[in-house]
């Protein structure tokens, strides 16, 4: 699956969850030949000890298979909206806070016009 999804933004735990979604179907040998890596790399991904680059996870967005697209992509959705919501609740200056709102209303309307 090719994708055009901006993947800068998405959180470390994020990119942690998406490699354990593609190792629950792959061994670490087979999914670090398919991302060009080292079994160690992918090994620290998942420990925690570092992240996959930017790279890595344009790369994961082109293998994954058609099984893991629904898991990793909810994993995309949650990692935005507790973003948002973590945003939320930071938020001390009332304007913005309306700002946001507003801002969420348009986007769930564009969602729901397809």
Do not use: C
Not at 30 to 36: A, D, K, N
Not at 52 to 58: A, F, G, L
Not at 84 to 101: D, F, M, Q, R
């Amino acid at each position: 699956m090719k994708t055009s999804i901006p993947v800068h933004w998405l959180s470390k735990d994020a990119r942690r969850r998406i490699i354990e979604i593609m190792l629950s179907t792959r061994s670490i040998h087979q999914l670090s030949r398919e991302l060009g890596l080292s079994a160690t790399a992918v090994r620290k991904y998942v420990s925690g000890e570092t992240h996959p680059s930017d790279q890595t996870m344009i790369k994961v967005f082109e293998i994954v298979a058609p099984y893991e697209r629904e898991q990793i992509y909810k994993v995309v959705i949650d990692d935005l909206t507790d973003a948002i919501l973590y945003l939320s609740n930071h938020i001390e200056e009332e304007t913005l806070k309306e700002y946001l709102k507003k801002r969420i209303k348009e986007v769930m309307n564009r969602i729901e016009q397809g």
